[in-house]
């Protein structure tokens, strides 16, 4: 673990299981199982002395923190740049896909605002380094998505690929801590909620 007064604490939580009969991805609801363990966000995060909450906007990810920004009194900035990559149709055989993209960064879809795994990677580092920047030495919760936040492990630790993606795609509530020197990444952890 890093030690000094301005290291930075992320705690990333991907959020909980959706309502895929919701096609629409901003507008995706939580299941009712989803917003029950959404609970064990706010169990796990309730110690960990949290400065700021930011998420991206889409419904699922604010969903999964509001109970804890209920119960804490902070707030949830929400910021573009945090949502999840954008596919730009329905995906029926996902996995195939998903495989396809992460075997080449820059793959995308034709189809209108599809987005490929670098240019998600791209916005998502851009919008944690403004993050870091302004915050500081802080602690910061982040809401996030599956795809969007494997990007982010991968920018620091470029061994986490297709394999490591796949293993997490079912884990619903998620957290990856972070902790960052500037806007260095010193130390990642990845936490399952469900045996704590």
Not at 56 to 77: A, C, E, M, Q
Not at 106 to 111: P, R
Not at 125 to 150: F, M, P, V, W
Not at 176 to 196: A, H, P, Q, R, T
Request: glycine share 6%.
């Amino acid at each position: 673990m890093v030690r000094g007064e301005f290291v930075t604490r992320v705690y990333f939580v991907r959020h909980a299981e959706t309502d895929i009969s919701v096609k629409e991805d901003a507008i995706r609801p939580l299941s009712a199982k989803g917003m029950r363990e959404s609970l064990l966000v706010t169990e796990f995060l309730q110690d960990k002395s949290i400065d700021v909450i930011l998420s991206s906007p889409y419904k699922r990810t604010l969903d999964t923190l509001v109970d804890f920004s209920s119960k804490s009194g902070i707030g949830i900035d929400t910021n573009e740049d945090f949502r999840e990559r954008a596919v730009g149709v329905w995906v029926e055989d996902f996995n195939e896909f998903a495989s396809r993209q992460w075997s080449d960064f820059s793959y995308k879809l034709d189809a209108p605002e599809s987005e490929s795994l670098q240019e998600t990677q791209d916005r998502n580092i851009r919008a944690l380094n403004d993050a870091l920047k302004i915050h500081q030495g802080k602690n910061i919760a982040i809401g996030t998505h599956g795809t969007a936040l494997s990007t982010i492990i991968n920018y620091y630790d470029n061994g986490y690929r297709y394999d490591d993606f796949m293993n997490m795609v079912h884990i619903m509530p998620w957290v990856v801590m972070m902790e960052f020197d500037g806007l260095s990444c010193e130390n990642i952890v990845k936490i399952d909620l469900f045996s704590n």
